[in-house]
């Protein structure tokens, strides 16, 4: 099993419509996780922490299952501005300071 | 602060020359971070550094690749020789983790091409 795995997508989506994906990590001993952005040819850029209790940040919203080891991200109201790729990160587990990233989930928003 | 600076931005080379990529990380970051990024692959973490100091290079793909860090404000990623399939866009990013990981800033990467 990969360390981090996330679905590539694409996922078209009208906008206005909500989306949502998943992004599962395989080390139960990774305690932190984190969505980036990353738009086309520039560099990643974190979006938000996911932290244990679930947070939301405007209209994203990020939750962790710690039981089926996956973290979700949720976008409401999506905005044609949302496309990009996004980047599920998590902490190595065995070494809490090396961030290991997923592949990515694209998303385009249709007008 | 300007951020994580990479140098070239792009780079366009023969197979068989030596590369050398630079990076800048920001300053009073304790963690630097060298991640390659290509379509098939992702963003693969190459090497990482705690106060130029390596922890970690199983990332790094064959002994073409070396990365150095020899002041807190500096590091390269050489490839010799380079090879077609080493083409991708580089990454530098650097952290803050005196309290723990709360974020990565990424530099804007080098292209590179080897032909």
């Known amino acids: 099993r990969k360390e981090v795995e996330q679905d590539p997508g694409p996922f078209n989506v009208p906008e206005g419509a909500t989306v949502a994906f998943n992004c599962t990590y395989s080390?139960?001993?990774?305690?932190?996780f984190f969505w980036y952005r990353q738009d086309c040819r520039k560099e990643p850029k974190l979006l938000m922490s996911?932290?244990?209790s679930g947070n939301e940040d405007g209209r994203f919203t990020a939750q962790l299952n710690r039981a089926s080891q996956y973290i979700s991200l949720l976008i409401r109201d999506s905005k044609l501005s949302d496309s990009a790729t996004y980047l599920c990160?998590?902490?190595?587990?065995?070494?809490?300071?090396?961030?290991?990233f997923g592949k990515g989930t694209r998303l385009h928003i249709l007008p | 602060d300007a951020g994580v600076i990479q140098s070239p931005r792009h780079e366009v080379t023969e197979m068989g020359q030596e590369v050398t990529l630079r990076c800048k990380p920001i300053?009073?970051?304790?963690?630097l971070f060298w991640y390659r990024q290509t379509m098939m692959r992702g963003l693969e973490l190459l090497i990482y550094?705690?106060?130029?100091?390596?922890?970690?290079d199983s990332g790094m793909p064959e002994d073409r690749f070396s990365a150095k860090m020899p002041n807190a404000s500096f590091s390269t990623l050489k490839i010799q020789p380079s090879e077609p399939r080493d083409s991708a866009v580089y990454f530098c990013?650097?952290?803050?983790?005196?309290?723990?990981?709360?974020?990565?800033?990424f530099g804007q990467g080098t292209r590179l091409t080897v032909v």
């Open positions: 990013a650097s952290s803050n983790q005196n309290t723990g990981f709360t974020e990565a800033f």
């Open positions: 080390n139960s001993a990774s305690q932190s």
């Open positions: 996911v932290y244990s």
């Open positions: 990160v998590v902490n190595d587990g065995n070494r809490d300071d090396k961030i290991i």
């Open positions: 300053s009073g970051h304790d963690y």
């Open positions: 550094f705690n106060n130029n100091v390596p922890i970690d």
